[in-house]
């Protein structure tokens, strides 16, 4: 029984928090997750009032008198009440005695919430009272002395049904929701995990932290970047996006290694899950290639992976964006579960039907499909339209379903058309067994691919909420996907390229010739790290050559090559080859502490509108403020009109 | 001999960087100033091309074949060549035999400040030729292939003449300044002291390092912060001056003990070593008291302090407000010398001069005097023109000053208005010594302090201007001011307060009952830490009762408290009582690197206008650019006019 597990029990107990821990990753997260610098050896009482937290007496404190600090969780009739701190709870046993009324009738009117300190004596709880559940359960405390800190107003909700409440009133009484241990608990496993990236990179890989500058300059093609005046007319610093510039400038300079905890901007409006400002571990090396980034983020996120996560097994697998694209529809494969894409062309290329031959006579052309196990048992038809529509509606894309009978036939209207020996070739295709249903998409070849790669999810979902698991929420799957196209085709005008990444990554080795001639072929030493089927990284090897870069902003983008001058000419200036990889830490930290959202992972998240619900920012300002720098407010039609009203 | 100084020695010897080697800041970091975690078991040579480093090989090594990376600091004649890295130099022969005479034309056509790399043999060198005053100076390696991996073009100016340069083109090509021994220096240290201060905090005393939101919305009185517009029409962001209400509000949250490394952001126009975006050392704690974060500061420096710097002792002495103004006329004291400030009211009051009874019989009046000693043998008639013309340019005050002849008289028109004894009394009382000179001020107190106050920093800076060492560079006093007032004047209008610090500093216990009757006299909680005369750090308990929070905002400040209701709303909810403080990062590790401004000590630092040299932020945007964010330029008319033509 540890800690963390007899600290879930107690709230519990207590009926607390009790929604809370009904939400599957919570039970999950409450599994135990003991912080590991705790256990080491911080001192938690160092500089303050208090002799010991309220997480840790145990019998071998019988005796002792203690000074306890904390938050009244609840009282009960003037008896005894258990006193909360970030650590622990511990029962308080009050004085019946009128020697200490002043105490009790302090501890009685204190409503629930408010601050108070209590010294007293430890003492083993009677025979029969004892809770081996909880770290603190051998024990109370007799209380001597209390006084109250400060006192709770009646709350707006009693904190046990606070989690029932909307995210908004969460966000709204942030300092309340942060009270909770799913909170608590969070901000303290990213604090520890950030910790031990800084130990292992710093300490013992000689990496240099080093702050770069968030007043910048727009980037080309920065569309996403929040923009802020200066007191110079006209002119404006941008936030960037990340500290790539910088980054490899530092290389430049010979720094060697950095790395750097980096706050990042990003202005995408409003966007389920994503945050304008967010965090990302952020390195660069020196004389570095593709294998030696790959190798060090395995190293280094063994190193900092809780104990209580299970140990993660390095290196991890790689695969090309192109294999990703085939098996799974995506760049970021969840490969937790199978259901990979099948190319059933071969088999169905002699079939008369159709939209097969329609299909596979194109260019591209191809027929797939996805087997789902045992979809016949839990999924019913209503589902399979769903299925269907979704395709249509994001793809334009139809879908077809065969459902395998018991007897080792297909169900569907395609059956008619194969012969015998045609659909036993499809069923060893594809693997089915009864009762699996197979969704069948025939097209060109990209398109089938994304379309059955979100069949592949949205079928997942669709068992899991009928109670089967597919993806082992305790499991962390690791990916590399690499070997990214470097440009892709614009999206308003194919006939122009864009970065597929960003227009400094390095093309790779093998199609370096084909830059000058072929740009859309060409492979880039960009590499993705991919967990759970959640893009957790991002990096590359960069261009170290002037011209190269030149040529690719020039030539390639069709970018004003201006707007990076001081970058070019840096480079001319003996540039090392470098590389380097940022991971998304709100990202990361979500899925090691089972959390629903990255909300759940940061201290002020804002909402999904970009707006902080507790203090109401972005907000109104007068223009005499907006006056030092040059701006004024361009209200829309409407506003300005309401406005004046 | 140690590697740092052999380093500095080498690079000497090489005539390169000679200048910075001659500025007294740099010999004294030079002064072996080890790296610790360098010293430790970091591992420079994994996941890279190279074997070795350009700092570590040495005699043990010889007979390895080794492969480095670096760049050529110098090639003579196609013999042998200096290459660097950022740990140090090695000496590289060029072989001369047919068989590598494409080694040798590879290196011998690679200009200056080119990467290469280069694989060869460590064998001794030569008798004779030994440096023992460089670490790598026992052997050299005998190179047997080696390849340019980028070239360097002529660069616009030699390195060696580089730090001669402006400090503007310093900035401009800020990647090729960081190559110098000291911008690798100083970034290096401040990664590593930083990395100390967070093993004390998060590892050995409990605390959780949360990251808070840097768009937030403007603070009552917050004229200093950038507005960031959003996509919302009319309301805008504003980037936080401190994460002040934030980390009251963890406290509020129970987060206990809180840490972050905080990016800070202050819109100051131009002012001389001050950037627009800063980094501090943000801490807060709860159940604590001032004695409690003092305790903790002294001993976190203690911890991460380098070595190199010698011990520092603990506690720092403390010195209230009122003293610090009366003694050095400062509320940031450089007490590593003495030339106190000295009343002499008392001596001079049955004195009949004019200006003297002028001052000591309206209230406040006083008289001071601070003595420069041996100032006659140092000063000439000039310098105390000088003195007075600053006094009476800054202040509006007249100074008088006295020379200490040396048979026991003052030379000064005042004498004659003095009896012998009271001549001798005066004496007395300022310890004036032969040759000695008296700055002598009357006046209002307040006044006269700050005005000897600066005569006497104005005093220091002439004598070591002639050569005198007043102020020991290697020394470094720490101390902490402490009963500052709570609220001030307005400048602006006296009869009305602001806060001296900030609107959430606790009164002093011993005067919270004035705080509702004469506000003005209240001190406060609020302690600064000052290392050699610098302020780098400030702090308070801070007020956690709601009522006494909306009291000073509401009725002593005049303040709207609507702008603060999340804060006081949280106060009511069971907020314990808490206090924090913030280091100055960038100004305590410019004063640990003995650097001449706090732009050495950041890696891509803003000019004192807030310019980017190297990248040209802040740079014009388009209109269009400027419509997601409903803002437009208001042109200043001469700019308008301008921009048209």
Same mark, same amino acid.
């Given at each position: 029984m540890s800690f963390r597990h007899g600290l879930r029990l107690l709230y519990s107990q207590l009926s607390l928090f009790s929604r809370e821990l009904n939400r599957p990753w919570c039970r999950y997260v409450s599994n135990s997750l003991a912080l590991s610098s705790e256990k080491r050896a911080s001192d938690f009482n160092s500089f303050v009032a208090r002799t010991n937290t309220c997480g840790e007496l145990h019998s071998a404190h019988v005796g002792q008198e203690v000074t306890l600090?904390?938050?009244?969780?609840?009282?009960?009739? @003037?008896?005894?009440?258990?006193?909360?701190?970030?650590? @622990?709870?511990?029962?308080?046993?009050?004085?019946?005695?009128?020697?200490?009324?002043? *105490?009790?009738? *302090? =501890? !009685?009117?204190? /409503? *629930?919430?408010?601050?108070?300190?209590?010294? @007293?004596?430890?003492?083993?709880?009677?025979?029969?009272?004892?809770?081996?559940? &909880? /770290?603190?359960?051998?024990?109370?405390?007799?209380?001597?002395?209390?006084?109250?800190?400060?006192?709770?107003?009646?709350?707006?909700?009693?904190?046990?049904?606070?989690?029932?409440?909307?995210?908004?009133?969460? &966000?709204? !009484? %942030? !300092?309340?929701?942060?009270?909770?241990?799913? &909170?608590?608990?969070? +901000?303290?496993?990213?604090?520890q995990m950030v910790m031990k990236m800084r130990e292992y990179l710093c300490n013992l890989h000689g990496f240099v932290d080093v702050e770069t500058p968030t007043l910048f300059k727009r980037t080309p093609g920065g569309a996403k970047e929040f923009v802020v005046p200066s007191r110079e007319p006209g002119r404006f610093y941008c936030l960037p996006q990340s500290p790539q510039q910088f980054k490899q400038l530092l290389m430049v300079g010979g720094l060697d290694r950095y790395f750097q905890v980096a706050r990042c901007y990003r202005d995408e409006g409003s966007k389920p899950d994503r945050q304008p400002e967010f965090t990302q571990i952020d390195i660069e090396m020196s004389f570095v290639d593709q294998a030696g980034i790959q190798r060090l983020i395995e190293d280094l996120l063994q190193y900092s992976w809780p104990n209580e996560r299970g140990p993660i097994t390095t290196p991890f697998p790689s695969m090309s964006y192109a294999e990703a694209l085939?098996? !799974?529809?995506?760049? #970021?494969?969840?490969? %937790?579960?199978?259901?990979?894409?099948?190319?059933?062309?071969?088999?169905?290329?002699?079939?008369?039907? @159709?939209?097969?031959?329609?299909?596979?006579?194109?260019?591209?052309?191809? *027929?797939?499909?996805?087997?789902?196990?045992?979809?016949?048992?839990?999924?019913?038809?209503?589902?399979?339209?769903?299925? #269907?529509?979704?395709?249509?509606?994001?793809?334009?894309?139809?879908?077809?379903? +065969?459902?395998?009978?018991?007897?080792?036939?297909?169900?569907? /209207? =395609?059956?008619?058309?194969?012969?015998?020996?045609?659909?036993?070739?499809?069923i060893q295709a594809l693997k089915v067994q009864a009762d699996d249903v197979v969704l069948l998409v025939a097209g060109e070849h990209e398109k089938v691919c994304l379309v059955l790669g979100n069949m592949r999810l949205e079928s997942a979902n669709l068992l899991e909420s009928r109670g089967l698991v597919l993806r082992d929420p305790t499991a962390f799957h690791f990916l590399w996907v690499v070997d990214f196209p470097l440009f892709l085709h614009k999206e308003e005008n194919p006939a122009e390229l864009e970065s597929a990444h960003h227009p400094f990554t390095a093309p790779h080795p093998s199609d370096t010739s084909l830059l000058y001639s072929e740009p859309a072929k060409v492979r880039s030493q960009h590499y993705d790290l991919v967990l759970n089927g959640s893009e957790i990284g991002g990096g590359s090897i960069r261009i170290h050559n002037a011209e190269q870069q030149r040529f690719v902003l020039e030539t390639v983008l069709k970018e004003d090559p201006e707007l990076l001058s001081h970058l070019l000419e840096a480079l001319k200036c003996g540039a090392p080859p470098h590389g380097g990889i940022a991971l998304g830490l709100d990202r990361l930290i979500c899925l090691v502490a089972g959390a629903p959202s990255i909300r759940d992972v940061i201290a002020f998240p804002k909402s999904f509108k970009g707006r902080d619900l507790m203090s109401n920012a972005p907000d109104y300002i007068t223009p005499e403020e907006l006056e030092p720098y040059h701006i004024q407010v361009a209200w829309p039609a409407a506003a300005a009109e309401a406005n004046k009203n």
């Amino acid at each position: 029984m540890s800690f963390r597990h007899g600290l879930r029990l107690l709230y519990s107990q207590l009926s607390l928090f009790s929604r809370e821990l009904n939400r599957p990753w919570c039970r999950y997260v409450s599994n135990s997750l003991a912080l590991s610098s705790e256990k080491r050896a911080s001192d938690f009482n160092s500089f303050v009032a208090r002799t010991n937290t309220c997480g840790e007496l145990h019998s071998a404190h019988v005796g002792q008198e203690v000074t306890l600090c904390g938050w009244i969780q609840y009282q009960r009739q @003037g008896l005894f009440l258990v006193l909360r701190d970030f650590q @622990g709870l511990t029962q308080i046993i009050i004085p019946q005695d009128e020697a200490h009324s002043h *105490v009790k009738k *302090v =501890l !009685y009117d204190a /409503p *629930v919430e408010s601050v108070v300190r209590v010294t @007293g004596t430890v003492t083993s709880r009677p025979p029969g009272q004892k809770n081996p559940r &909880m /770290p603190t359960g051998d024990i109370e405390v007799k209380v001597k002395t209390a006084e109250v800190l400060n006192s709770c107003k009646k709350l707006p909700f009693e904190i046990k049904d606070f989690i029932k409440k909307s995210e908004a009133l969460r &966000m709204q !009484y %942030r !300092y309340l929701d942060l009270r909770s241990f799913q &909170m608590q608990h969070n +901000l303290r496993l990213r604090s520890q995990m950030v910790m031990k990236m800084r130990e292992y990179l710093c300490n013992l890989h000689g990496f240099v932290d080093v702050e770069t500058p968030t007043l910048f300059k727009r980037t080309p093609g920065g569309a996403k970047e929040f923009v802020v005046p200066s007191r110079e007319p006209g002119r404006f610093y941008c936030l960037p996006q990340s500290p790539q510039q910088f980054k490899q400038l530092l290389m430049v300079g010979g720094l060697d290694r950095y790395f750097q905890v980096a706050r990042c901007y990003r202005d995408e409006g409003s966007k389920p899950d994503r945050q304008p400002e967010f965090t990302q571990i952020d390195i660069e090396m020196s004389f570095v290639d593709q294998a030696g980034i790959q190798r060090l983020i395995e190293d280094l996120l063994q190193y900092s992976w809780p104990n209580e996560r299970g140990p993660i097994t390095t290196p991890f697998p790689s695969m090309s964006y192109a294999e990703a694209l085939a098996e !799974y529809g995506t760049d #970021k494969p969840d490969t %937790r579960f199978g259901m990979k894409i099948i190319d059933i062309s071969d088999v169905l290329r002699s079939v008369e039907i @159709g939209f097969v031959q329609n299909a596979v006579n194109k260019p591209q052309g191809t *027929v797939k499909a996805i087997c789902i196990p045992q979809g016949a048992r839990h999924l019913q038809n209503k589902d399979f339209e769903s299925l #269907k529509e979704s395709a249509k509606s994001q793809f334009n894309q139809e879908v077809l379903h +065969l459902i395998m009978k018991p007897y080792e036939s297909l169900k569907s /209207p =395609l059956s008619k058309f194969l012969s015998e020996e045609q659909q036993s070739e499809l069923i060893q295709a594809l693997k089915v067994q009864a009762d699996d249903v197979v969704l069948l998409v025939a097209g060109e070849h990209e398109k089938v691919c994304l379309v059955l790669g979100n069949m592949r999810l949205e079928s997942a979902n669709l068992l899991e909420s009928r109670g089967l698991v597919l993806r082992d929420p305790t499991a962390f799957h690791f990916l590399w996907v690499v070997d990214f196209p470097l440009f892709l085709h614009k999206e308003e005008n194919p006939a122009e390229l864009e970065s597929a990444h960003h227009p400094f990554t390095a093309p790779h080795p093998s199609d370096t010739s084909l830059l000058y001639s072929e740009p859309a072929k060409v492979r880039s030493q960009h590499y993705d790290l991919v967990l759970n089927g959640s893009e957790i990284g991002g990096g590359s090897i960069r261009i170290h050559n002037a011209e190269q870069q030149r040529f690719v902003l020039e030539t390639v983008l069709k970018e004003d090559p201006e707007l990076l001058s001081h970058l070019l000419e840096a480079l001319k200036c003996g540039a090392p080859p470098h590389g380097g990889i940022a991971l998304g830490l709100d990202r990361l930290i979500c899925l090691v502490a089972g959390a629903p959202s990255i909300r759940d992972v940061i201290a002020f998240p804002k909402s999904f509108k970009g707006r902080d619900l507790m203090s109401n920012a972005p907000d109104y300002i007068t223009p005499e403020e907006l006056e030092p720098y040059h701006i004024q407010v361009a209200w829309p039609a409407a506003a300005a009109e309401a406005n004046k009203n």
